[in-house]
Nanobody, 119 residues
C-alpha cells in the first residue's frame, strides 16, 4: 500500500515562513508528477505548485516568488518552502503524487496539514 504523509504545518504570523514536507512510502516503482494543493475554508481545492520527475516546476500566480517546490527522487520526498506568508495562504495543504506501483499508475493524496497565517 502507498502512503503519503505531510508534515511541517502550523501557526505563523504574516511575513513568516514554513517548510512543508511530504514522504511517499510503500510499493513504489516510480513517481511522476508531485504537487502541493491547498483548500481554504469555503473554497475549492487549488493547485499551489507542481514538479515533474525531471524537476521542472509550475506555480500558481498567487505564490510565485514566495513559494519554492522541490523534490528528492532518491528519497521520494517533496518539500514546499513558503516565505512571506499571508493570511490568505491559510488552508489545509495536501501532497499529491502520480505513482507507478508496478500494477497501476494512479494519483495518491496525503491526509493534509494545516497552515494558519495570522495577521
Amino acid at each position: 500500500q502507498v502512503h503519503l504523509v505531510e508534515s511541517g504545518g502550523g501557526l505563523v504570523q504574516a511575513g513568516g515562513s514554513l517548510r512543508l514536507s511530504c514522504v511517499a512510502s510503500g510499493s513504489i516503482v516510480s513517481i511522476n508528477v508531485m504537487a502541493w494543493y491547498r483548500q481554504a475554508p469555503g473554497k475549492q481545492r487549488e493547485l499551489v505548485a507542481s514538479t515533474n520527475a525531471d524537476r521542472s516546476t509550475l506555480y500558481a500566480d498567487s505564490v510565485k516568488g514566495r513559494f519554492t517546490i522541490s523534490r528528492d527522487n532518491t528519497k521520494n520526498t517533496l518539500d514546499l518552502q513558503m516565505n512571506s506568508l499571508k493570511p490568505e495562504d491559510t488552508a489545509v495543504y495536501y501532497c499529491n503524487a502520480d505513482i507507478n506501483t508496478g500494477w497501476s499508475l494512479r494519483s495518491y493524496w496525503g491526509q493534509g496539514t494545516q497552515v494558519t497565517v495570522s495577521s
